[in-house]
């Protein structure tokens, strides 16, 4: 059986006060100031947008891919920095998809639909409507075009900062350059992060529309968190090193999308998630089973996985008629909840084969056991360096690898325990 998609298979919301994000945005390149200008964004681990104009990108594909590679946005700007309000709708569409497209191949691969700036901070009503995605304007213009003094440009940014700006420079001229660096520095003193404009968007809980005209992320004293240490490009999920098991857990159904259509495969694994993924694993009918834990509300995406694990001696809590669906998965307790599982299909025999990792002395002494069935099976590795790592969380990757290797070691193992009996 397949559990009901969930929106999300867990959301989590921090909202502190008093943030300072700031997105800088450079427009027009790539140029032959973009290389250093990436270099020291690198030394100051800012990540930028670049609003990139189509037709240059030939000529600088191997900057469009650093640009890319190294953490920063790559946004639209037109093929030929284009008014976009006098074109028909088959120019305009052209001078967005050509764009797209030159930077998808200077990268490597698709990019997805990016956000646009129009040229000149020109839109109108058809722009909006036929653009498909966000419009990405300003809040700081520092006039670095006109002016081709860096202190200029400097000092017009650090006097106009605040949270949640916008900041605009062009990667064309080496005062520009030279400017948004020297005020990159005096604003990371006064306590500013600088994210891209997706990133400065999401931490302020805003969701970009398409066709929505955007000058600022408004400073509403939100910040959801710090840099998501669990996040991962997903355009980049054909690179990961478990993809191969991602694509199976989907293709099989015993995944779904963590939020939205991301498959998050570096968050860490919920006890709730876990659970449910097992309960997809074994074929059953997991409905009718009486949920006993206080802490699992009763019409959640897990709620029953979680009666039917428990009833079954799968997963227990962690006392007081509690199981804590939200708490993450470590390496051994995956284990210990995959050697039940194992137990439960009746797929013996044990196995004694002594664990030989470094940090064998590590795994607590309940899962023990656990951990060498999964590790004899071979359903669980080390991580490298012999080492087990069992108190670390276990990924969504992780837990892909696992489910991918049992599937396939034990075949539709309960329906043939449920043919046989
Ligand atoms: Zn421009």
């Given at each position: 059986?397949?559990?009901?998609?969930?929106?999300?298979?867990?959301?989590?919301?921090?909202?502190?006060?008093?943030?300072?994000?700031?997105?800088?945005?450079?427009?027009?390149?790539?140029?032959?100031?973009?290389?250093?200008?990436?270099?020291?964004?690198?030394?100051?681990?800012?990540?930028?947008t670049?609003?990139?104009?189509?037709?240059?990108?030939?000529?600088?594909?191997?900057?469009?891919?650093?640009?890319?590679?190294?953490?920063?946005?790559?946004?639209n700007?037109?093929?030929?920095?284009?008014?976009?309000?006098?074109?028909?709708?088959?120019?305009?569409t052209?001078?967005?998809?050509?764009?797209?497209?030159?930077?998808?191949?200077?990268?490597?691969?698709?990019?997805?639909?990016?956000?646009?700036?129009?040229?000149?901070?020109?839109?109108?009503?058809?722009?909006?409507?036929?653009?498909?995605?966000?419009?990405?304007?300003?809040?700081?213009?520092?006039?670095?075009?006109?002016?081709?003094?860096?202190?200029?440009?400097?000092?017009?940014?650090?006097?106009?900062?605040?949270d949640?700006?916008?900041?605009?420079?062009?990667?064309?001229?080496?005062?520009?350059?030279?400017?948004?660096?020297?005020?990159?520095?005096?604003?990371?003193?006064?306590?500013?992060?600088f994210?891209?404009?997706?990133?400065?968007?999401?931490?302020?809980?805003?969701?970009?529309?398409?066709?929505?005209?955007?000058?600022?992320?408004p400073?509403?004293?939100?910040?959801?968190?710090?840099?998501?240490?669990y996040?991962?490009?997903?355009?980049?999920?054909?690179?990961h090193?478990?993809?191969?098991?991602?694509?199976?857990?989907?293709?099989?159904?015993?995944?779904n999308?963590?939020?939205?259509?991301?498959?998050?495969?570096?968050?860490?694994?919920?006890?709730?998630?876990?659970?449910?993924?097992?309960?997809?694993?074994?074929?059953?009918?997991?409905?009718?089973?009486?949920?006993?834990?206080?802490?699992?509300?009763?019409?959640?995406?897990?709620?029953?996985?979680?009666?039917?694990?428990?009833?079954?001696?799968i997963?227990?809590?962690?006392?007081?008629?509690?199981?804590?669906?939200?708490?993450?998965?470590?390496?051994?307790?995956?284990?210990?909840?995959?050697?039940?599982?194992?137990?439960?299909?009746?797929?013996?025999p044990?196995?004694?084969?002594?664990?030989?990792?470094?940090?064998?002395?590590?795994?607590?002494?309940?899962?023990?056991?656990?951990?060498?069935?999964?590790?004899?099976?071979?359903?669980?590795n080390?991580?490298?360096?012999?080492?087990?790592?069992?108190?670390?969380?276990?990924?969504?990757?992780?837990?892909?690898?696992?489910?991918?290797?049992?599937?396939?070691?034990?075949?539709?193992?309960?329906?043939?325990?449920?043919?046989?009996?």
């Amino acid at each position: 059986m397949t559990l009901p998609l969930s929106a999300a298979e867990t959301t989590a919301t921090r909202t502190t006060t008093g943030s300072k994000l700031l997105a800088i945005t450079f427009d027009d390149g790539p140029g032959n100031y973009t290389a250093s200008l990436l270099d020291a964004l690198a030394k100051r681990n800012v990540k930028a947008t670049f609003f990139v104009v189509g037709n240059r990108v030939s000529s600088y594909s191997a900057i469009v891919k650093r640009e890319y590679e190294e953490g920063h946005q790559m946004a639209n700007h037109s093929w030929d920095h284009a008014n976009l309000t006098s074109l028909g709708y088959a120019s305009f569409t052209s001078e967005l998809s050509k764009t797209q497209n030159a930077i998808s191949s200077a990268v490597g691969h698709d990019v997805g639909q990016l956000v646009l700036r129009p040229p000149g901070g020109n839109y109108n009503a058809n722009v909006k409507a036929w653009a498909n995605c966000p419009l990405i304007l300003w809040s700081i213009d520092p006039k670095d075009w006109k002016d081709r003094n860096a202190t200029t440009v400097k000092n017009r940014i650090v006097s106009q900062a605040k949270d949640g700006a916008i900041i605009l420079v062009h990667d064309l001229y080496a005062t520009s350059v030279q400017g948004a660096i020297a005020a990159i520095d005096e604003l990371q003193a006064q306590g500013y992060t600088f994210v891209t404009v997706n990133e400065l968007f999401r931490r302020k809980g805003i969701t970009l529309q398409n066709g929505a005209v955007y000058m600022s992320a408004p400073s509403n004293g939100i910040d959801l968190g710090p840099l998501d240490p669990y996040a991962y490009d997903e355009t980049k999920l054909s690179q990961h090193w478990a993809y191969t098991y991602i694509t199976y857990v989907k293709e099989h159904g015993l995944m779904n999308g963590f939020r939205e259509d991301l498959f998050g495969p570096n968050y860490p694994m919920t006890r709730g998630m876990f659970v449910t993924v097992i309960s997809r694993l074994s074929g059953e009918t997991v409905t009718g089973y009486e949920n006993t834990f206080s802490d699992v509300n009763n019409n959640t995406w897990y709620t029953e996985a979680v009666a039917w694990a428990a009833a079954k001696g799968i997963v227990q809590g962690v006392g007081n008629s509690l199981f804590s669906p939200e708490a993450y998965v470590t390496r051994e307790q995956a284990c210990v909840i995959m050697a039940n599982y194992l137990a439960y299909c009746g797929l013996g025999p044990a196995v004694t084969t002594p664990l030989t990792f470094d940090d064998t002395d590590q795994i607590s002494a309940w899962a023990k056991q656990g951990v060498t069935v999964m590790v004899g099976k071979g359903i669980i590795n080390g991580k490298g360096n012999n080492l087990l790592d069992p108190k670390a969380y276990a990924t969504r990757a992780e837990a892909a690898v696992i489910l991918t290797k049992f599937d396939q070691l034990f075949p539709n193992t309960l329906t043939a325990q449920h043919w046989r009996f």
